[in-house]
């Protein structure tokens, strides 16, 4: 039976492996977002998630240096889903451009790591809602033997405070 600390821990290891997420802006977009590719990275016990975009996007210029965000995430298989809130924020910092910079970003930026179109965001997790997916098909089995599948999906979500 997982407690919240193995349901996190899912999310974190989904996350890193699938890196799809959407992102949209709070009280912008009505709950809209887009999708982005993520790198998460681990930083004094919490975790940051970067995305490159360019500046002439919608979304980087109506967050604008900080805005409150929200982030949707399913991994590939339907396993997990999670409900992120947490800051966005600008962030060309050199060294975070280089560490996370990858043939991928590459690829949309014509003139490198300096390209003036650059921008490198930063979301600030604060907060989650986690669902780990019951297989429906073994939930299906249950209900014909008679058992009630609710009870064991109960813990296999979880409230956590993410940093």
Request: hydrophobic content about 45%.
């Amino acid at each position: 039976m997982p407690n919240a600390q193995d349901i996190e821990a899912k999310f974190w290891k989904a996350l890193k492996a699938d890196r799809t997420l959407m992102i949209g802006l709070a009280g912008v977009d009505d709950g809209l977002g887009q999708p982005m590719t993520a790198q998460v990275e681990e930083v004094g016990g919490g975790h940051v998630i970067w995305m490159f975009t360019a500046k002439d996007t919608d979304l980087a210029e109506t967050a604008g240096p900080r805005h409150r965000a929200t982030a949707h995430f399913a991994d590939k298989g339907h396993n997990l889903f999670a409900a992120i809130e947490g800051e966005l924020v600008a962030d060309n910092d050199p060294a975070a451009v280089e560490r996370l910079w990858n043939p991928f970003v590459a690829a949309w930026f014509e003139g490198g790591k300096t390209d003036p179109k650059l921008q490198l965001l930063r979301f600030e997790p604060e907060g989650a809602q986690i669902w780990l997916n019951e297989n429906s098909l073994f939930a299906g089995m249950k209900m014909l033997l008679g058992k009630d599948p609710k009870k064991e999906f109960r813990d296999k979500t979880a409230d956590v405070r993410l940093s």
